[in-house]
């Protein structure tokens, strides 16, 4: 046995190393996406990025078929994207075990919603735990996949922020390799016509309750759930981390009912557990789940009361909820400086949004690191729904408002969101005769979950090379005769082309192609500097908004503009906003 201090994504990718899984696929979403980088290095195990969720779950179903453990991960709302085979695979059953980990991000660090994947788990039939910490990370894991084939289900592992990207000690043992299950062609079982469909929802009613019945059990002895009695004044049910959170606030002044299955929930040990304290508290993030279920079983809760359905909690807040206290802090007299997440410096996506600032466009924007554009002072978004939304939405704002609105609007999105979800939407305004204008903003990489390969960059998760998807020939298989590719950083040449396309009465596809500032393998050129003497300080160069120019302030009072060598990477984009020619290169760049 040997301890290791491990992110909790980093622990679930040891569990599936220790559990003997065989065939991972993901799509990378934060706070989801170390599992996956963590077991690509786990030569025993085939790991794999796909196009999009929906595409990750059917390859690990296909594998459970197959008879090997299966795995992929998600974020929350990645979860949307594969619900479909989820809820059908969850009235198939397995044969190899087949787990999925989703996580969800309460407070939306990095995310367009706060949706509790807890919904999914109960609409699609789905057994699901939820780990606390790193430890039960990887225990969890494990034991998700024995459960998973004794009761042929895929399950469902339900992390959040904090406990994917918290560290705490793990107790680590060997891999345990499984066997290839057999497969035996049964078309009863593994073909969801509607006959059979109809027998298997039957099947699926039966297993949640033979697992209701492990959760009041079993689940004990394993130490999935816990009670851990101290008080008999106030009692607190919960799981993950608001467990964590309540007994850090409360220590021995409360006993727990800490729940490490949240679906199917226990009754028998729920009720038990509310006669032997006065007052009982559910504590649980986002949506009440467990609240109301101790109401259908007639256990009076207090939950909604005190607890709010918005965003993260911590211990402050649970100490207040119920002892009505807070611990003393002190205040920090002083204005601290907002630190938003902005475009970094030498940022291609910067370069384009600077260009087409000027043409007023309406922007469909999609999800990636040039979503940071809608941000002042670019400005440059309108809407943002979710990932490939920005093709098919635009598709619809033209057909909604006519051909003179489709001259003067545009969708951005990103190589790999293209790839995940936007290819679709670019069939469709093919298909049915629209004249939309779609950028592909193409920077060799997914960038803003940690700089993971895609189809279009021509390498897998281990850097090795495959095929690359063509874009440009692509788009032309689908009907796009329209096709540009433009260097963002070449200002005027990037205006013109857009313009051009928008002009034409037919669709069009634009590639914005330069790769990320932070790729190791991009070189740059040294830093700009601003010559004083021609600087007025007029702050037009401000208008790109990068965070390596600031205005400094003189003796005289004046303003004038100042370039951080440190972060410049010498892109050149702002020089094209300074009239007076103060923005220069260095002689030897």
């Known amino acids: ?59 690990a179903i296909g594998a459970s078929f197959g008879g090997a453990r299966s795995f992929c991960a998600m974020k929350h709302v990645g979860l949307n994207v594969a619900a479909d085979p989820l809820y059908t695979a969850s009235y198939i059953g397995v044969n190899g075990g087949m787990v999925c ?48 084939e004794r009761y042929d289900t895929p399950f469902l592992l339900r992390l959040s922020t904090r406990i994917s990207h918290s ?5 680590v043992s060997e891999r345990k390799e499984v066997a290839l299950k057999e497969y035996k062609r049964d078309v009863m079982k593994n073909v969801m016509m509607p006959a059979m469909a109809r027998k298997a929802h039957a099947k699926v009613e039966d297993r949640m309750d033979d697992l209701t019945v492990w959760a009041d059990t079993e689940a004990f002895d394993l130490g999935v759930n816990k009670e851990e009695l101290f008080s008999d004044e106030i009692g607190i049910i919960a799981a993950g981390s608001t467990y964590v959170y309540a007994r850090e606030a409360l220590g021995e002044k409360a006993s727990y009912l800490k729940l490490g299955i949240v679906n199917p929930l226990p009754r028998k040990a729920i009720c038990d557990f509310a006669k032997k304290v006065k007052t009982l508290y559910v504590i649980e993030e986002l949506d009440d789940i467990i609240e109301t ?52 410096p030498g940022c291609p996506h910067r370069g384009l949004y600077y260009a087409l600032k000027s043409l007023n466009l309406y922007v469909s924007g999609d999800i990636g690191c040039y979503t940071l554009g809608a941000q002042a002072p670019l400005s440059m978004m309108d809407t943002c729904v979710c990932m490939g939304a920005s093709v098919s939405a635009l598709h619809g704002y033209n057909t909604a408002r006519g051909s003179e609105a489709a001259k003067k609007s545009i969708a951005v999105i990103g190589d790999s969101t293209f790839i995940h979800s936007g290819i679709t ?42 095929t690359a998807v063509d874009l440009e020939a692509l788009a032309k298989a689908i009907g796009i005769t329209n096709v540009r590719v433009v260097d963002p950083f070449d200002i005027k040449t990037t205006k013109a082309v857009v313009e051009e396309e928008l002009a034409k009465e037919e669709p069009s596809l634009v590639i914005s192609r330069r790769p990320c500032a932070l790729l190791k393998n991009v070189k740059h050129n040294k830093a700009l500097y601003v010559e004083e003497s021609k600087c007025v300080g007029c702050k037009a160069c401000l208008k790109v908004g990068c965070p390596a120019i600031s205005q400094k302030k003189l003796e005289n009072s004046k303003t004038r503009a100042v370039i951080d060598a440190n972060q410049c990477l010498g892109c050149g984009v702002c020089v094209e906003t300074c009239r007076l020619g103060a923005i220069k290169t260095p002689e030897n760049n």
């Open 101 to 148: 980990a989703v996580a969800d991000d309460p407070g939306m660090h990095s995310s367009q919603n706060e949706q509790d994947s807890r919904r999914h788990a109960i609409a699609a039939k789905v057994p699901m735990l939820e780990p606390s910490d790193s430890q039960e990370a990887l225990d969890f894991t494990k034991i998700a996949y024995d459960l998973s």
């Open 425 to 466: 939407g670019l069939i469709d305004i093919v298909y049915n005769k629209g004249i939309s204008t779609v950028i592909v903003l193409d920077n060799s990489i997914t960038g803003m979950t940690g700089h993971q390969n895609n189809p279009l960059n021509g390498k897998t998760i281990k850097g090795d090379p495959t």
């Open 1 to 59: 046995m040997e301890k290791k201090l491990l992110l909790g994504n980093e622990a679930v990718a040891q569990g599936l190393y220790e559990a003997g899984v065989s065939v991972v696929s993901s799509y990378p979403g934060t706070p989801s996406t170390e599992i996956t980088e963590a077991v690509s290095k786990y030569n025993e195990i085939y790991s794999e990025w796909a196009p999009n969720e929906k595409v990750a779950m059917e390859v």
């Open 167 to 171: 560290r705490s000690l793990v107790t």
């Open 293 to 344: 279920h101790c109401i259908k079983l007639g256990v009076k809760v207090i939950g909604r009361e005190v607890f709010s359905p918005l965003g993260e909690y911590n211990q402050s807040i649970i100490e207040k909820a119920i002892f009505g206290t807070k611990k003393e802090s002190v205040a920090v007299e002083c204005d601290i400086p907002a630190r938003p997440p902005v475009l970094c």
